[in-house]
């Protein structure tokens, strides 16, 4: 099993709606948890971060994490087409290992106008 | 202006022929990291570093080295390059541990695009 995982995708909505990307990860003492965003041939950015159980809003988007069940989301309401990207769910895998980080292969999103 | 820089952007080399791309910030952070980007795998982090002098291992180490000498530069060496080092590839450093960061605390250079023949 990896260690973080995604759903490829893509993940298509339209204009307006919910999008919602998925991520499980595999290591219980992970601690922290991100989603970056990656616009096509550009670099990577952290958009959010989120460290307990629960939501966590910021504008449009909104990280949701599930320690006991190993799942981290995230929400991005009232879709833009300027949203269209690829997502990156990355994981601490270790509680004070600083420095290292674990993504998933990240979920491209489609949204159309 | 907050930056990362790696030289070279693009580079198509052969097998063998050691070759460095380097990465420095202009921000004074303490952590830096490589990571690979290869379709349908993500990222993956090749070596990070906390500190000068202070470097660990990724999830793929194989093939690289690193150097902290001093806080701004991070160079990626590649002793002997391979065609499986094809790759995508991106510094990054950050004022916090990336493991607790926020989003304006971690940055990214601009990729550099390496083919090995």
């Known amino acids: 099993q990896k260690e973080v995982e995604q759903n490829s995708g893509p993940l298509s909505v339209p204009e307006g709606a919910i999008a919602s990307l998925n991520c499980t990860y595999s290591?219980?003492?992970?601690?922290?948890f991100f989603w970056y965003r990656q616009y096509s041939g550009k670099s990577p950015e952290l958009i959010m971060s989120?460290?307990?159980?629960g939501d966590k809003e910021d504008g449009r988007f909104t990280a949701q994490l599930n320690k006991a069940s190993q799942y981290v989301s995230l929400l991005i309401r009232d879709s833009q087409p300027s949203d269209s990207a690829t997502y990156l769910c990355a994981v601490n895998p270790h509680y004070n290992q600083g420095g290292k980080l674990i993504f998933g292969q990240g979920t491209e999103l489609s949204v159309k106008p | 202006e907050a930056q990362v820089t790696q030289n070279p952007r693009y580079l198509i080399t052969v097998t063998g022929k050691k070759l460095t791309v380097t990465c420095s910030q202009n921000m004074n952070h303490e952590y830096m990291s490589w990571y690979r980007q290869d379709p349908g795998l993500g990222l993956r982090q090749i070596y990070y570093s906390m500190n000068v002098e202070v470097t660990d291992k990724g999830d793929v180490p194989e093939g690289y080295k690193v150097s902290r000498k001093e806080k701004r530069n991070f160079p990626l060496i590649l002793e002997s390059p391979s065609p499986n080092q094809t790759s995508l590839y991106f510094c990054?450093?950050?004022?916090?541990?990336?493991?607790?960061?926020?989003?304006?605390?971690?940055?990214f250079g601009p990729g550099t695009r390496l083919t090995v023949l």
């Open positions: 290591d219980r003492v992970s601690q922290s």
């Open positions: 989120i460290y307990s159980n």
């Open positions: 990054a450093s950050s004022s916090r541990d990336p493991g607790w960061s926020n989003s304006d605390t971690q940055y």
